[in-house]
């Protein structure tokens, strides 16, 4: 059939008109299936992404997968996750895009100020042209990139938020196209589900590292571990658990409302005072409220100067067992850490109360067998008192009524001599009663302190000191008069040992309604010209006391001092 001109069928125009229409088909085709391509690449890239998302049980690992899982899909510069606190704030801020060290220089991360609080206060999609347009926007910080082109979604954790995805910045130029929200959308969803399986792992494995930790303390307290050391212990374990800086054991509060520094590790402690510590407002928040409290910085601590320098958020909980609280555990992270988060207090706190229980505890084990000790002691100096005593004292009688029928002097002389030596061992035996009773574990006591003050004075020296005390002298001598006595018996020793020139040298202490510390020795006497000073000092310390100082020469030689005061106060 011929070709019309008009254009029928058949003609030369029809034929382009045909052709056209085919090529315009086939370019139609062609990028229907470009398209049908490009969104299986990008299916396929968003499959990918929440497979890798999914890849582990990490917590921090996996939010940073997400981020950079989000960057990749839309072809953003710059990432980031803000992990919501319980109050609204950002308490965790992971971003990506920034380069090395650029996010020091910006300062603290943000806290959900301005557009990022938009996504906050309205948790659904964001896409801005141009996010500094944007009524909520409040500008940059200091040394921020340039952003423009902008999308955030919210990520859901069983129907909560846990926190938003922001993307910035296209690459290429441009905007983000609603196709990126979508894909943006499902990545969250996904994230969703691989935060809070990070999220529940995280808290298994961290109460068992707390379990450990306490089992820890535990098997040092059993081991007979001292106080100082296992409240070492806790302070280190805290410190690691909790990724902090530092990490402080005070000791407290006493009557006066004051702490006293139990351990620390960490750079926290050295500035401050070993004991008397004033509590700051977080410290006294704490003893109002027996609860936890959580702070910026440590300065809020304590009244005494802190040095807070590279110090930032603080946790702080009672050390409590039953109802009494007998320190507070203090968390410290480093300047710009992240805040301590109200799901971490728990565990901390727990540590600190099983660690204080098993301190008490101790406490209770060392006092029981101090009992036990205590008891056997009784019973000891009761033996002593009922059997040995009374057959030394018959035995002495025995001997006496021995003596009146001697009729040979060297004999009779003899007898007197043992009866002599057995009042003696009677007098050092009950000594050793009083000791018994009175001397308690771990505290040498007063007739143990003047022992070891005697014997080291007189070594060395060419004398034979000797010690006798008389009566409860442990238990009737006033802890505030030990050292007055201490120290008299230092001064008549000294004096002995330079100036008597004798062999021997006896200190006796009787307590009975005086004091009464005698130092006699064997020696030539007190020379007319020594100096008096160290007299003139014995007898002035006992003038203070209400008492007084008597020196003389003793008929058989030698010199005796009798420092006297009396055990009740003067009227």
């Known amino acids: 059939m011929g070709v019309d001109p008009t254009g029928r069928a058949g003609s030369p125009v029809s034929g382009v008109l045909s052709g056209l229409r085919l090529q315009e088909?086939?370019?139609?085709?062609?990028?229907?299936?470009?398209?049908?391509?490009?969104?299986?690449?990008?299916?396929?890239?968003?499959?990918?992404?929440?497979?890798?998302?999914?890849?582990?049980?990490?917590?921090?690992?996996?939010?940073?997968?997400?981020?950079?899982?989000?960057?990749?899909?839309?072809?953003?510069?710059?990432?980031?996750?803000?992990?919501?606190?319980?109050?609204?704030?950002?308490?965790?801020?992971?971003?990506?895009?920034?380069?090395?060290?650029?996010?020091?220089t910006m300062g603290r991360p943000p806290t959900g100020k301005g557009l990022l609080g938009q996504l906050i206060m309205e948790p659904r999609p964001l896409r801005l042209a141009d996010l500094t347009a944007h009524p909520a926007s409040v500008g940059f910080p200091a040394n921020h990139p340039p952003m423009r082109s902008f999308v955030g979604v919210p990520v859901r954790v069983r129907e909560a938020v846990y926190g938003n995805l922001y993307l910035a910045e296209k690459l290429g130029g441009g905007e983000f196209t609603a196709d990126d929200e979508v894909v943006l959308q499902a990545l969250a969803a996904a994230a969703g589900i691989a935060v809070q399986n990070a999220d529940l792992f995280e808290q298994s494995r961290s109460r068992q590292q707390w379990l450990e930790a306490l089992a820890e303390v535990r098997a040092d307290v059993l081991a007979g571990a001292g106080e100082e050391e296992v409240l070492q212990l806790v302070a280190v374990r805290t410190r690691e658990l909790t990724r902090s800086a530092a990490a402080v054991v005070l000791l407290g509060p006493d009557e006066d409302g004051r702490y006293r520094l139990g351990a620390c590790d960490g750079v926290a402690g050295d500035d401050l005072p070993a004991e008397g510590i004033e509590p700051g407002g977080a410290l006294q928040e704490l003893a109002d409220s027996r609860g936890p409290v959580l702070a910026d910085t440590p300065g809020t601590l304590v009244e005494a100067p802190w040095d807070g320098a590279g110090l930032g958020p603080v946790a702080v909980v009672p050390m409590r067992s039953a109802e009494r609280i007998i320190g507070v555990l203090i968390a410290i992270r480093g300047a710009g850490g992240d805040l301590f988060q109200p799901v971490e207090v728990p565990l901390v706190l727990s540590f600190g109360q099983q660690a204080a229980l098993a301190l008490e505890l101790a406490e209770k084990g060392r006092t029981q067998r101090q009992l036990d000790v205590l008891a056997d002691r009784d019973r000891i100096a009761r033996d002593l008192h009922d059997v040995v005593i009374q057959r030394l004292f018959a035995t002495g009688l025995q001997l006496q009524s021995t003596m009146r029928?001697?009729?040979?002097?060297?004999?009779?002389?003899?007898?007197?001599?043992?009866?002599?030596?057995?009042?003696?061992?009677?007098?050092?035996?009950?000594?050793?009663?009083?000791?018994?009773?009175?001397?308690?574990?771990?505290?040498?006591?007063l007739r143990r302190a003047l022992l070891d003050t005697v014997t080291e004075l007189a070594a060395d020296s060419g004398?034979?000191?000797?010690?006798?005390?008389?009566?409860?002298?442990?238990?009737?001598?006033?802890?505030?008069?030990?050292?007055?006595?201490?120290?008299?018996?230092?001064?008549?020793?000294?004096?002995?040992?330079?100036?008597?020139?004798?062999?021997?040298?006896?200190?006796?202490?009787?307590?009975?309604?005086?004091?009464?510390?005698q130092v006699v020795d064997d020696g030539t006497g007190i020379p007319d010209d020594v100096a008096r000073s160290g007299l003139r000092n014995l007898a002035d310390r006992a003038q203070v006391l209400g008492g007084q100082l008597d020196v003389g020469r003793r008929p058989a030689g030698g010199t005796r001092l009798t420092w006297r005061v009396p055990l009740t106060e003067p009227a």
């Open 463 to 517: 004398l034979v000191a000797s010690l006798k005390t008389s009566g409860a002298v442990d238990t009737l001598v006033p802890a505030e008069l030990v050292p007055q006595v201490l120290a008299a018996a230092r001064e008549a020793v000294s004096n002995a040992v330079r100036h008597c020139g004798g062999r021997t040298v006896t200190v006796t202490l009787e307590v009975g309604a005086d004091l009464v510390l």
């Open 405 to 445: 029928r001697s009729t040979q002097p060297e004999v009779a002389d003899r007898i007197a001599h043992a009866v002599g030596e057995l009042d003696e061992t009677v007098r050092e035996i009950r000594t050793s009663i009083f000791d018994l009773h009175s001397a308690e574990q771990g505290d040498r006591g």
């Open 25 to 104: 088909l086939l370019e139609e085709v062609q990028e229907r299936l470009g398209q049908i391509a490009a969104g299986r690449d990008r299916m396929q890239s968003l499959l990918d992404a929440v497979l890798a998302v999914a890849a582990g049980l990490e917590l921090e690992t996996t939010l940073r997968r997400i981020v950079q899982s989000a960057v990749d899909l839309v072809d953003a510069r710059y990432g980031a996750l803000g992990v919501l606190a319980a109050d609204g704030s950002i308490a965790r801020f992971i971003d990506v895009g920034l380069h090395p060290g650029q996010r020091e």
